[in-house]
């Protein structure tokens, strides 16, 4: 069983570097597609959950003794822009107070193009911050219009110019299937921000999940995202953007470290409402709702909601399909060696009937092509325990 298995307690008893998450979980409005948390801005909240954030990182500390080091970080949400200069000198100041950063550590920040200002883009220049990821979603007006977003695509241009001018590495996402979206517009889109500097583009499909407006609801006219994506990986490889991921696509070593750890199962320390944390194979969740994140944490107690120790052929799935969204794929030696030779041979066994157009094998191990991307979801329902 993977969970007796020498690597994964030896794994679990060393004291290892970890990635940061911060959720900042305010939004000037909620858009109808979006199942992040967040909330409206209202007097007072952004103080309170500054302090309920200081707390949680106290009570960390309490509770473990000593935190680890950080590798990578990531402040994301919800809307990190949101919050003004004075609240990003308390953020900078709590997080300076709690850990200690590692050298080369990678920072990137979401921001978004209707609330990214030259004040802000100033101070993370003197903090930590190397990347921006800039929510531009679409640079056609109309898609954003309809997609309920409060900037233009002009903003975008703009907040994607000062990110590159102040020395950043920019990111854009990109959001794909739109009601009414055609190819020449995707392609509007793709080539505008490879126009503007970025290094990094992640495409997103619109994903319509339960409980969002959208999801109960769906818009009319929603464009087939097969087509467009199939564009995003021609286009975007051609123009020199390596396919390192399902949704993302980076110049020459500029992929997200951060996010890498996530789909290779590294460790992660998530802070905030709703934030998630892996450390070994223990996965956590903590609470869904501002209030109760700084009541709890005002009360001295951590706010986690959830967690599980995964284990068996959950977690062996699962890795597999984590580690399947990546260029690198599945690694034969490393996957054995941290779940078992007999896991791997399941694994293998249940992707014995993927075409090899889709699927790639080598002796190092397998990994999807570039039409296998397109097919994820199909490959991961083979991979279910
Ligand atoms: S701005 Fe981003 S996080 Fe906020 S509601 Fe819209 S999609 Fe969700």
């Keep these: ?135 531009v979603q679409s640079l056609r007006d109309e898609d954003l219009f309809l997609l309920g977003r409060s900037h233009d695509a002009g903003r975008s241009a703009e907040a994607m110019k000062i990110v590159t001018e102040a020395g950043f590495s920019l990111s854009a996402d990109l959001l794909f299937g739109l009601p009414g979206q055609d190819i020449r517009g995707w392609h509007e889109s793709l080539k505008g921000v490879i126009g503007a500097g970025a290094d990094h583009v992640s495409v997103y499909q619109l994903a319509l999940d339960p409980g969002t407006p959208w999801g109960d609801r769906p818009p009319a006219g929603l464009a087939e995202g097969y087509p467009l994506y199939r564009w995003a990986q021609y286009y975007l490889e051609k123009k020199g953007y390596r396919q390192y991921e399902i949704a993302s696509f980076a110049k020459a070593g500029k992929w997200c470290r951060h996010n890498v750890v996530y789909w290779l199962g590294g460790d992660f320390l998530g802070l905030g409402p709703s934030a998630w944390s892996c450390n070994g194979f223990e996965r956590s969740r903590n609470v869904i709702d501002l209030d109760e994140y700084c009541s709890i944490t005002g009360r001295g107690e951590l706010p986690v909601c959830f967690s599980e120790i995964l284990e068996g052929d959950v977690l062996v799935s699962e890795r597999a399909i984590l580690a399947l969204r990546t260029r690198w794929g599945i690694r034969s030696r490393k996957f054995s060696a941290l779940f078992g030779a007999g896991s791997l041979d399941t694994i293998m066994q249940r992707l014995e009937e993927i075409p090899s157009h889709l699927l790639k094998r080598s002796r190092g191990g397998v990994y999807l092509s570039r039409e296998g991307m397109r097919v994820g979801n199909s490959i991961w329902q083979m991979l279910l325990p």
């Design 1 to 135: 069983m993977p969970s007796s298995s020498p690597a994964m307690k030896k794994r679990s008893n060393a004291k290892r570097a970890v990635s940061l998450y911060i959720h900042i979980p305010f939004c000037e409005s909620k858009c109808p597609y979006c199942s992040f948390y967040s909330t409206a801005m209202a007097p007072g909240k952004v103080e309170n959950f500054l302090g309920a954030l200081e707390a949680e990182i106290d009570l960390l500390k309490a509770a473990h003794k000593v935190l680890p080091d950080v590798r990578t970080t990531y402040i994301g949400g919800g809307t990190p822009t949101v919050l003004g200069p004075s609240h990003w000198v308390r953020l900078i100041d709590i997080l300076e107070k709690g850990f200690r950063f590692l050298p080369g550590n990678e920072v990137s920040v979401e921001a978004n193009p209707g609330s990214i200002s030259r004040e802000l883009i100033s101070l993370w220049k003197e903090w930590r911050v190397t990347r921006v990821s800039v929510g």
